[in-house]
């Protein structure tokens, strides 16, 4: 240490809000350059590349193959896909000297694709899957908490080639095992959720999500199964259909001064209806509007949901992917009079053509309070399939604590976590954009279906640090730490000294990877650097040495032990060797 | 190779001019995305991490500490040191969705010097060498020859911070020493040439260049001694000043129709002056114009030069380092109408201000026929020293093959090399742009000194494909090889099949790294390929079998030998081993 790369901080950084941004940083792992943009000192590179090493091997285990690519591309593969637009500024994008324009990779589908169909041209050279760890750029709009949001990061991006759906289901199967056990191997509590797709088109997806409070993305589960999803994929058990024959006629009423579902409620149960109604038993309709890729066209689309759930807009627009989701503006009302604000009923969007898609929960049968189409005017017991049919349905209301498990067991409760893992099936999108084929065994074309795969390397060490630290500082996992004994020589004589130092040279030639604190600073200092670096074992030398003791310290539990100094080396190998 | 991610190509790329282009292409090992823009294959890959993998050794051995930084940097450091203009179109920028600039690196001193100040503040923190083994970008004018010289490239670039210059001169010692060891390791031939500092300031400086034909750089040496140098660092011997005295007096003639040097000594020599002139006698002197870094303003320059001797842009733009410099155009001529073209002579320069330096050929007491400042007039005996004095010399005239070495032994021989490394000691252009010292033990300031030092690491195979090929395809030196062993399966029957995969089995665990050709494709297909990926040996499974021996072939010398399939495991695992 007295010749490291190295300097901690006593002070958490001033704009850093989450553990491992802060620790991190005080323990001279990282240092920021820009925002979103750090480089990595030496402790910090250690660990990244302890990680990709985990990873590198078990997708070499599933026999994917490593290539890599350049960060800077071209853009006419990502034009041929329309994901150089979009991207929008989420894209670092540039031009070379002559002019022509470049973007910095944000994910690599287009040219692995084109990879493939530039080598491959038999049915018999799939499946086939690669992979690459490589800087990734994205523009965040608000790059976070260190390396967990950053706008360069360090990438695991695998792609599988299969002949059919099947060959792409094992590569799925595979890529999800290999994920089980690098994040087993790097000691994380996590997820695995259900998940949509975003930007990337597709279907089947699976999101890993380590564990954590200060996580960004918000996933429900039921603590009496595994069922564990993120909000956007969560499908609303369907209630069974009702009889409609039972059900009273549709009444509009006068209901002035109720401009909200809370004010609407009160006035109707001091009507006198002879009945008491819920929030529940109002049909909320929204309306937005919608544009489709690559159309200048907007469409109006009207959502109904029960009055007692607000729209979720990540929702929506994540069923609706991948089209723009936009609100109404004022023109947009004044363009379709027959749109009454705070009225809107299912009968004037039905009969003036705009799309309504309405919540699962509002099955055939089942009777709502809602807008009449008039000013100060509401419908009672108006009934779906019976007075009004939507065009289908949406999952767009939000998902509560409490709601029922989809898969039938519980209800569901709101956690966070950290993305560190996306497996997805990708099917034909990028396969038909550069007419990716394989000759069949009939001399005919079969279009190949692909599956993507991503690890954020980088992010791992910031949620690793998230999960494994306490307030004195980091505790690192054995698989990722950058040293396996960090010893400490505590005393300032000659004899601890060189006792220290021939320790170090015994656990070196053992094979362990050894940090040795040789600074001349004062013990206090040593300690509390080691629990902030947070290496496993912290072996003390002091003045139990002449006593032929040595402390040894387990970061993890805190317990402290002294041993002999004779049998030091062989017990600190069987201790700490990592087993990668 | 029947999964491998390859496919052999029989033509060479219609882009490819260099042999180690068109064989990493056709083999498989890198691919073209964009102009300079090259993806990697898993062979290529494989070389690439091996050739990594060697300078990392060899740079922690001298005690340099990794680190990382990002690719995507500030506008606002190179801003600091002039360098976000002086790169000019070389350099990739962009802006960020804020509207920020950025930049990708081309190299790292500013990052590098000021990661050092944001960690170091004692004396006793120095010295200390960092590096990094990244992605560079340059937006080079003429990407050329596949990864030989390409836009997004891998380089290992590493800096030394020192208090002193002894200290500098030490480091820079260690650099070289581990760049020898490396180069040695990857079996390259090369030489070490004085080298001049091109756009990073600063003066002591080599370069060490792979010997090939194909190079870019040309550089002189002396087959009598050990000297090498960078035509640009070519020193010129002077020759001793001669008396004035003995000289006859200057005298102007009339000659006309005489615009290039040689009719002007044709004339002379026709002239009945009672004496032959040569073109050696004659000073031809050269108007340009430069301007320094920051500056708006041109300023002219007179260069003067034996009339022999072409003035050579390239050492003389080295020689007026960083200043920029650019030919006369007409207009200038006319704002400066002392200058008769053709006609200029060290009077009018000298009269009218013009700074004016010649070749260090010009000394004391040498005679010369120059021009006389008017049209259609020549001086004969102008005398240096005596007629006219220059402000100084200048390294600008061509070297040629001939010229005396500059170190006294013998006379030069120009050669043809690839940079694939650059040791250079920058001094303290970086610290003083960011005020980078040291608090000394007196607790005054130390200003530190820096080197910088530069290794292509992706480059290194092309060299190392440069130097080391035949017209059959690559041949790899074993320590940067992508296996080890090639094994042939040379015939259909399931005896051969299964002896070559049950010898490749024990290969592997032998911990050789093994590729196994099980295609189904004839054996002289077989052949072909694995000569052009160039794996050192090459085991061939065929009917011999039968009789209990497989044939082993080196691929760098053609050697064939038939062993004992019994042995064959230990006489592999002897040979083929590769210590890295």
Redesign the interface.
Known sequence: MS?????TLREDPADAEVPSHKLLVRA?YV?R??PG??????LG?KV?RNIERVVREEMDAI?A??????????REPYEATGRWTEYG??L???R??KGND?L?GPTHEE?FTL?VK???SSYKDYP?I?YQIQ?K?R?E?RPRAGILRG??FLMKDSYSFDLSDEGLAESYARHRAAYIKIFDRLGLRYVIVSATSGAMGGSASEEFLAESETGEDTFVRSPESDYAANVEAVVTPVPPAQPVADKPSAQVHHTPDTPTIESLVAFLNGAGLGREFAAADTLKNVLVKIRQPGSADWELLGVGVPGDREVDMKRLEASLAPAEVALLEEADFAANPFLVKGYIGPGSLTANGVRYLVDPRIVTGTAWVTGADKPDHHVVDLVAGRDFTPDGTIEAAEVRHGDPSPDGCGTLEAARGIEIGHIFQLGRKYADAFALDALGPDAKPVRITMGSYGIGVSRLVAAIAEQSHDEFGLVWPRSVAPFDVHVVIAGKNEEITAGGEQLVRELDAAGLRVLLDDRKVSPGVKFADAELLGVPTIVVVGRGLANGLVEVKDRATGERSEIPRATAVAHLTRECVTVF
Chains 1, 2 share one sequence.
Not at 37 to 42: A, H
């Open positions: 010749s490291l790369f190295l300097r001279g240092r350059v820009a943009v750090y480089s990595w000192l030496p590179l990244l026999g193959q490593e290539i890599q690519f350049p960060a800077l591309l071209p500024p989420n670092f994008r540039l070379d000297r470049y910095l040219l990879a530039g080598e491959y086939v690669l800087a750029y523009d709009e706008r360069e």
